[in-house]
């Protein structure tokens, strides 16, 4: 298996300019009606996972030439322990699985829609307000699990979920295997890994939930790989 970790640009994840300084903090920030009149948060929002998406797209494309040997070494350096080759005729792109949390969530469900490289994806707690209504209305392209927790999209709760409920139905209609599984004890930062390096403090704190991160962290990893 080959696993590829990026990072988005930071004009796709944060609030830019004046919407850093909003009362009550980074989460309250997020609820649509806390955002300035001057800018809804969905075009905020939506216009970010465009670009999260082009950046999805782009991985893809690197993959592609990547296996193909057609790479630019200059911009696309690799250790030299790949050898001379680097990963050409080593990568399975038959297989391709996008996987993400949150926003990133999202990312990697719009993504395995609008690409057919991707074959299916797994979404872990999906924050699904910026998807657009074309895509809330339709059905998933690949095979998708949903992982959820107990404050699954907690910022916009009723929506949130009629949104997946309508993806799940649309999808299995039309013969999509798609799932969600609720991990019961679990919150949104379960799905990160600092819970499980700090597991005391971060049930303490309220970070994570009841059931012990070790325990959840192995549950998900096992729902992963199946």
């Known amino acids: 298996k080959t696993v590829v970790e990026f990072k988005h640009a930071p004009r796709a994840a944060i609030i ?29 929002r939506h216009g970010q996972l465009r670009t999260r998406i082009s950046e999805m797209v782009f991985i893809a494309d690197c993959l592609q030439r990547l296996q193909s040997g057609s790479a630019d070494p200059a911009l696309q350096p690799l250790p030299a322990t790949f050898g001379d080759k680097g990963l050409q005729g080593r990568l399975d792109l038959s297989r391709l699985v996008c ?34 209504e074309d895509m809330a209305q339709s059905r998933l392209r690949v095979p998708t699990l949903f992982l959820l927790g107990d404050t699954f999209d907690m ?18 209609r039309a013969g999509v295997d798609v799932r969600a599984l609720h991990l019961h004890g679990c919150r949104h930062q379960n799905f990160a890994d600092f819970p499980v390096l700090i597991p005391e403090m971060s049930q303490t704190l309220g970070f994570a939930g009841q059931t012990p991160p070790g325990t959840l962290n192995q549950i998900m990893a096992e729902c992963d790989y199946s």
């Open 16 to 44: 830019p300019g004046k919407h850093v300084r909003i009362k009550n903090g980074f989460n309250k920030s997020l609820i649509p009606a806390n955002l300035p009149r001057h800018s809804t948060q969905h075009n905020l």
């Open 99 to 132: 996987m993400g949390h949150s926003f990133g969530a999202l990312t990697s469900i719009c993504a395995a829609t609008e690409d057919a490289r991707f074959k299916a994806c797994v979404a872990h707690d999906a924050w699904l307000f910026p998807a657009g």
């Open 155 to 172: 910022l916009w709760p009723v929506w949130g979920r009629k949104m997946l409920a309508n993806w799940v139905g649309l999808s299995r």
